[in-house]
């Protein structure tokens, strides 16, 4: 009894501002901490898209502009090693962090900062998003604390990778459009947060479909849809605007589409082929019935991955906060407050599950899933609170999801401490290697599996070893002047050559890197 006065006297005073502010601030200077903790110790930034945003922002950050040193797709045709950059993967990630390198200077820890700030931020929105939805100041307070030390948050906070701002400039927008009815001029807001949100991830144009869409099924009269229609579009494209004119000076087209190739993949080793293998009627050899599963296989898979970034402690009350707003709005009529999120979210699960398919087995779909992380905190908090009558109970289950939260972030950033120690172990030993070796004035250009990281870290030019024949993966070098090869890759072209169970002139063996499973070829 005495610990139910307590705790009501306690959520009675959450609801001064000045001692609410005071709470959650608690949390948020050690959870900066703890992340700055784990930031000082991470030797590298990671595989693939972080080195890449890092690279990019070091090359900006240097007065290079928008460019990379090294080719890792074969979409496009790359008439240099050095090239534009943006044909993939956008780079407002870059952008942000080389604002924090120019004023902070080159470091890895310098360019995680703005990852740990956007964190903390959406744990504010996470506040936000719990007094919009339900009004409870308690639960949208332990709401926010929660979204802190959630592993899927915790662990992008902690990169150089897109994941962190994408799911801020979603949720904005998310949230924005949840309290348009009462507000129109947040349908604007929702549309520049789409146009950043594409400036930053492929898919945030799906946001900008939401928006569209809010305002044709909103009250509106057909004069003002058609009004916010146009001003939406508007500030949509003029947040969008210096990526257009960029590509268009780069590729003189303001729409760089060669993405929409990754539709055809057959396999994920695919995206490293000359673009011939990546066409309709190849991808239609997998089969019907097959093509069939894969999709099915990822809409399952795609809708577990939404709920693992949060913990196990938290899954069914999140479930049950997902069905509770259908509740809710029957009692309530928010039903239409609710249509924002359930259009978005189906649309980001049905779009990266039934048409990239192959890509979204990497991870893409994770990425861009986070996004909807405050939103079922939101709805699993308050499930605990409406559900769970018992205050001393409900508030000690919060404790236990925040604790195994907390516990889990620790675990993860250990495990990616020791990942990232161990590539930039070998990278140096792999760098040490080629320097000794290499005794003329030309240059070196290596062929790899992971052109990213090794031009981060070692500095020089690098082309990805295309998944062709031996022939082919020859030509490629020849063209681009390789003239080193680091194996392993998932080539079987290269298998024998690897394993030294065949020779090839074209490709001399020169060393293996010390306690790993990578050898260095000279590629004659």
């Known amino acids: 009894m005495n ?21 959650i601030s608690v949390f948020i200077v050690l959870a900066v901490a703890v992340r700055l903790f784990y930031a000082v110790n991470l030797e590298h930034p990671g595989h693939g898209d972080m080195s890449y945003y890092m690279h990019l922002a070091e090359n900006i950050a240097d007065g290079r502009g928008f460019v990379i040193d090294y080719i890792w797709h074969f979409l496009y045709e790359h008439p240099e090693l050095t090239h534009p950059a943006n044909d993939y993967w956008q780079p407002f990630t870059s952008i942000i962090i080389s604002a924090f390198l120019i004023v902070g200077g080159k470091s890895l820890l310098t360019a995680i900062i703005p990852s740990i700030l956007f964190g903390i931020l959406l744990s504010l929105i ?3 998003i719990g007094i919009t939805f339900f009004k409870r100041v308690p639960a949208a307070s332990y709401a926010a604390i929660i979204c802190l030390f959630v592993p899927g948050v915790f662990k992008y906070s902690l990169l150089t990778d897109s994941t962190i701002y994408y799911s801020v400039f979603i949720a904005i927008g998310l949230l924005a459009l949840v309290k348009s009815s009462t507000n129109k001029k947040l349908y604007l807001l929702a549309a520049v947060m789409a146009g950043l949100a594409q400036f930053t991830r492929q898919d945030g144009v799906l946001l900008m479909m939401i928006v569209v869409l809010t305002i044709l099924i909103s009250r509106n009269n057909f004069k003002s849809k058609a009004l916010l229609l146009t001003l939406s579009i508007i500030a949509y494209f003029v947040t969008l605007s210096p990526l257009l004119i960029s590509n268009l000076r780069q590729f003189g087209t303001p729409f760089v589409s060669v993405s929409f190739q990754t ?42 991955l939404t709920f693992r970034s949060l913990n196990l402690s938290l899954l069914p009350f999140a479930a049950a906060g997902i069905l509770y707003p259908f509740y809710l709005s029957y009692k309530n009529d928010n039903e239409r407050n609710i249509i924002p999120l359930i259009f978005f979210g189906s649309l980001l699960l049905l779009f990266h599950s039934l048409a990239v398919t192959v890509v979204s087995e990497q991870g893409s779909y994770l990425r861009s899933a986070i996004s909807l992380i405050p939103f079922i905190i939101v709805f699993g908090v308050n499930a605990i609170f409406v559900l769970i009558k018992n205050k001393v ?7 236990v999801v925040l604790a195994i939260g907390a516990i889990s972030c620790i675990s993860n950033s250990n495990e990616l401490i020791e990942a990232h120690r161990y590539r930039a172990a070998w990278l140096a030993e792999f760098k040490r290697i080629i320097e000794k070796d290499n005794n003329s004035a030309g240059e070196i250009i290596v062929m790899t ?37 680091l194996l392993p890759a998932p080539r079987v072209a290269l298998e024998s050559i690897y394993d030294l169970s065949f020779s090839d002139k074209r490709f001399k063996y020169l ?3 010390d306690g790993t499973k990578f050898k260095i070829f000279k590629i004659e």
């Open 263 to 304: 539709l055809f993949l057959k396999s994920y080793e695919d995206l490293y082929s000359l673009p011939d293998k990546l066409t309709f009627g190849n991808y239609l050899e997998m089969g019907y019935a097959q093509i069939f599963f894969s999709k099915f296989k990822m809409v399952v898979y795609n809708t577990y």
């Open 126 to 128: 996470t506040y936000q």
């Open 3 to 23: 610990s139910s006065k307590s705790l009501d006297k306690f959520e009675q005073m959450l609801e001064s501002p000045k001692r609410r502010v005071s709470f």
């Open 449 to 485: 599996r992971a052109p990213w990281e090794l031009t981060y870290s070692t500095g020089y030019r690098s082309v990805q070893i295309p998944n062709d024949d031996i022939d082919t993966i020859h030509k490629i070098a020849a063209k681009y002047e390789a003239n080193y090869l």
């Open 393 to 399: 109970l409900s508030r000690s289950i919060i404790i």
């Open 511 to 513: 060393d293996d890197i």
